[in-house]
């Protein structure tokens, strides 16, 4: 199979971790009888640099007419003083919409030759491995009315609503319960539906949507209990769906019992058989770029959940992934995650591990 796959390298690191999850892909290929036609395009502070836009025009069409979109990170303190419609964290707002985005998927898995990175106890944390679903494009972020109103008494409201439509918790359910399938069966779907009417219309349409899931085993849970939970016990979680606000202070959480920022993936799905964008949750790291320092591992990770997620080649995946634990068994580190007695490296090394491996 051919698949056409966009990459944006953005800023900072970008480039350097984008060269090592480019390489892998392609020496992966043959095996899996796959071939990846990459195309390059500006995004972020580099493209607002050469065109005067952080997403230009060119790039978003390429990336719409791909199967999917790699990305690395933009942003960097040269562009901090642009106004916003100009800063290089528009590319990423751009793509969400250009591409309808509606999905954030971000795993938080605990690999046990990193458990001690962790801050946590070992018995909390050990054999965690958990997907936080978040909703991306609905709830308190975009419902309305929103803004800062004056009223008849002159007194000043801030004013966001949260709202969710039938058809946006019904999409949203749909790749939780696919991705649970993909995984252990195990959907957890958090809402405060003891207060909120939206969270009551979110947990009827979940509990529907289960019927066509009977494989999948469904539960719910208050979001104030889900992040006493998740520091608690994290273990009892495989899938958590939740909405936009929500899933953005829950998937933080989560991907903090990890301890490593230079480890997590990320994608971001819209409908099925259009292109999703897979990048590493951490920026651009400019206080490291170009110095060969940079953890290529998040984005190589990232790779591999956009066979899994992106292109339903979950082999192939599968197989990035027992390359990575294979470098880290084998006592490999870059300096973010580098415990005594093991050998650091720094990111063309880690790559050529990765090669290796
Ligand atoms: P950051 O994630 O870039 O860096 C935070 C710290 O983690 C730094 O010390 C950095 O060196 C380290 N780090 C990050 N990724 C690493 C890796 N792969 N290997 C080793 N160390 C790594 O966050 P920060 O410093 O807040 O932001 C820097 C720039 O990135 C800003 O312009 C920000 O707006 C942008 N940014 C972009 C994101 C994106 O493209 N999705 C997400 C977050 C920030
Ligand atoms: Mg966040």
Same mark, same amino acid.
């Given at each position: ?29 043959? *095996? ?47 562009? &901090? ?7 290089? +964290? ?18 938080? *898995? ?18 965690? &491995? ?107 979680? &495989? ?31 819209? +409908? ?59 006592? *490999? ?25």
């Amino acid at each position: 199979k051919n698949y056409k796959i966009t990459l944006l390298s953005g800023d900072g690191i970008g480039p350097e971790i984008m060269q090592v999850a480019v390489s892998v892909l392609q020496a992966i290929a043959p *095996k899996f009888n796959l071939t990846f036609a990459f195309e390059a395009a500006l995004a972020g502070g580099s493209a607002f640099d050469a065109t005067g836009h952080p997403l230009p025009a060119e790039t978003l069409a390429l990336c719409q007419s791909s199967d999917a979109v790699l990305l690395a990170a933009v942003g960097g303190e040269k562009w &901090d003083t642009l106004p916003s419609h100009l800063r290089p +964290e528009q590319a990423l707002l751009g793509l969400r919409a250009g591409l309808g985005l509606f999905a954030n998927l971000r795993p938080a *898995k605990i690999l046990p030759q990193l458990i001690d990175a962790s801050t946590l106890k070992r018995e909390v944390i050990e054999g965690v &491995d958990i997907l936080v679903v978040r909703e991306l494009t609905g709830g308190i972020y975009f419902g309305l009315p929103k803004g800062i109103f004056t009223d008849e008494n002159g007194v000043r409201r801030g004013v966001n609503t949260m709202a969710y439509t039938e058809p946006e918790v019904d999409r949203i359910g749909r790749v939780a319960f696919e991705s649970a399938r993909k995984r252990q069966s195990t959907l957890c779907s958090v809402d405060k539906a003891n207060v909120l009417d939206v969270s009551q219309l979110w947990r009827e349409r979940i509990t529907k949507l289960g019927a066509e899931y009977p494989d999948v085993k469904l539960s719910h849970m208050y979001v104030d209990n889900a992040a006493m939970q998740l520091l608690r016990y994290p273990k009892q979680f &495989d899938v958590i769906v939740t909405g936009n606000l929500f899933g953005d202070i829950l998937s933080d959480a989560a991907a903090m019992l990890t301890g490593s920022i230079g480890m997590l993936p990320s994608a971001s799905l819209g +409908e099925p058989g259009k292109p999703g964008v897979f990048e590493p949750v951490h920026g651009s790291a400019p206080d490291i770029a170009g110095k060969d320092l940079a953890n290529p591992l998040a984005q190589v990770l990232s790779a591999a959940m956009m066979l899994r997620y992106g292109l339903n080649e979950s082999a192939a995946a599968d197989y990035i992934e027992q390359a990575v634990t294979k470098v880290l068994d084998s006592g *490999k580190r870059t300096g973010d995650i580098m415990a005594s007695g093991c050998e650091q490296l720094g990111c063309k090394a880690m790559g050529e591990a990765l090669l290796a491996a």
